[in-house]
């Protein structure tokens, strides 16, 4: 009899196909890099035959057969996952598990809402929530480690089926005594020769900054040189409380509190487009898309008072 390839072998391989790294590869499937790495020479003694070139040294060079194992391998183990899926959907819609991805920029300032309002909404599901940066998301996503995720757009989200929820607006963030802090909004022109706190590189909310400044001709390059960089909206929002420049914050998170206490304020900002839009990505072609659909419905709710809805973006 052939002994066929497990599931889980599949789920390693496809992770070091994606991720082209064994260490981030064992992380997202939540295993040691030993393990993955046994359970893929396994594999190749099952099927005797070579998946990775082992010639070229350290970096991830599959073979040609192992190009192809992969594709018939992401096939096999979609059509694996839907059966379990359709059968759990077909009983009863909205239950069971769902794995969600919410980034840095989100997470903090709209789970103490969402988790209370899908249990009261949806009490058959179960969510387990990951908090990571949006490409990291969008790779477990792709390779099945989680389901769906909550999103700020625009973004490259290859291989996602997104709705969009609401228009979150930027706002400006300085310190009580900026003299941008006496007007009761401020034009983005305004902010040519401000310095800049930005999140760090991998941070969609960066990119979005920066964005919006560049279209507003006030940076030539993608950034200023002098900008200070913060890895995370709470570190962001204490440096400006330190008079080391200006930024751009989610209405999200100020009207989560991020600013109480810290000498910090945030004024309106006008002159061009200046928002993101949060938003739910799901695989393409999930066999719980109709779930999430719903759910995307239901997470609408979540928006903050006078919140731009959006129909598409």
């Not at 052939?2 to 991720?19: D, G, N, T, V």
């Not at 010639?55 to 096999?76: H, I, N, P, Q, S």
């Not at 209370?116 to 940066?133: A, G, H, K, N, S």
């Not at 393409?284 to 129909?311: M, Y």
Request: proline letters at 7%.
């Amino acid at each position: 009899m052939m002994i066929l390839p497990s599931p889980q072998q599949l789920r390693y391989l496809l992770a070091l196909a994606e991720l082209r790294h064994f260490g981030r590869a064992a992380s997202a499937c939540a295993v040691t890099q030993s393990t993955l790495s046994a359970g893929i020479l396994a594999l190749e003694r099952q099927l005797d035959a070579s998946l990775l070139d082992r010639e070229v040294g350290k970096r991830v060079v599959f073979t040609l057969l192992g190009e192809e194992v992969v594709r018939r391998a992401r096939v096999a183990l979609e059509l694996l996952e839907g059966i379990a899926q359709i059968a759990q959907a077909s009983r009863e819609p909205m239950t069971g598990p769902v794995r969600l991805g919410v980034i840095p920029t989100i997470g903090p300032f709209i789970l103490p809402r969402l988790i209370p309002l899908v249990r009261e909404w949806f009490p058959q599901i179960r969510l387990i929530i990951t908090e990571d940066m949006t490409e990291r998301l969008i790779e477990k996503i792709t390779i099945g480690r989680l389901d769906a995720m909550l999103l700020a757009m625009p973004c490259v989200c290859e291989g996602l089926e997104t709705i969009p929820l609401w228009r979150d607006p930027f706002v400006l963030a300085l310190p009580r005594n900026h003299e941008l802090a006496k007007l009761p909004a401020v034009p983005l022109e305004m902010l040519t020769e401000e310095r800049m706190v930005l999140l760090e590189d991998g941070h969609c909310l960066r990119d979005q900054t920066v964005d919006v400044c560049r279209q507003e001709r006030n940076w030539a390059g993608s950034e200023p040189e002098s900008a200070h960089t913060a890895s995370s909206l709470h570190t962001l929002v204490r440096m400006i409380g330190e008079d080391l420049g200006v930024g751009l914050l989610p209405e999200l998170a100020v009207a989560s509190g991020i600013l109480d206490g810290t000498g910090v304020v945030a004024r309106p900002v006008t002159g061009g487009p200046a928002w993101r839009t949060i938003g739910l990505g799901w695989r393409l072609k999930s066999p719980r898309c109709e779930d999430f659909r719903v759910l995307a419905r239901t997470l609408k709710k979540l928006a903050p008072a006078g919140a731009e809805p959006v129909l598409q973006e």
